[in-house]
């Protein structure tokens, strides 16, 4: 073949496949847009018809403010008409709160510490009970050797 007659790549322009789009149940929340420094999460204000003022109050005291419903107007269309705290974005007995990012990492530090503080205590006292002659873990190393070839 020639130089000249051969076509270039670009000539060969690949249709770009894409998926087809697939139906998905709506979910039972609205999406929340992401606001740099801040978490959200949503918190229980009632369960089978009962009001949780207790769970409300801990979140609160744990640093969680209500997301007003003023700051996000695209939530009012799902919001309760009656929420339990005014001017509130609550759906289906669940409020939206907010808290700065620092405290949600600084609660996953403390959990995290006291998950590990919990595991090693459980593994010293199972490991108390270990005996050489019957030892509850065995070392299972497979060791190679070469004859001297005699």
């Known amino acids: 073949m020639d130089k000249d007659t051969r076509q270039t790549r670009e000539i060969d322009v690949r249709e770009t496949y894409?998926?087809?789009k697939q139906?998905?149940?709506a979910s039972a929340l609205p999406e929340i847009k992401a606001i740099p420094g801040w978490k959200f999460r949503w918190i229980r204000t009632s369960m089978v018809g009962q009001a949780d003022p207790t769970n409300v109050s801990k979140r609160m005291r744990e640093g969680w403010e209500p997301v007003k419903?003023?700051?996000?107007p695209e939530l009012r269309l799902y919001?309760?008409?009656s929420p339990t705290i005014a001017d509130a974005v609550e759906v289906g007995?669940?409020?939206l709160c907010k808290t700065p990012e620092e405290f949600v990492e600084q609660r996953s530090a403390h959990y995290n510490r006291q998950t590990q503080s919990q595991t090693e205590a459980v593994d010293n006292s199972f490991m108390k009970e270990n005996d050489a002659r019957m030892p509850l873990f065995k070392d299972k190393r497979s060791t190679t050797s070469f004859g001297s070839g005699k």
């Open 69 to 72: 419903a003023t700051d996000h």
């Open 79 to 81: 919001s309760d008409q």
């Open 93 to 95: 007995g669940l409020i």
């Open 23 to 25: 139906w998905a149940p």
């Open 18 to 20: 894409e998926r087809p």
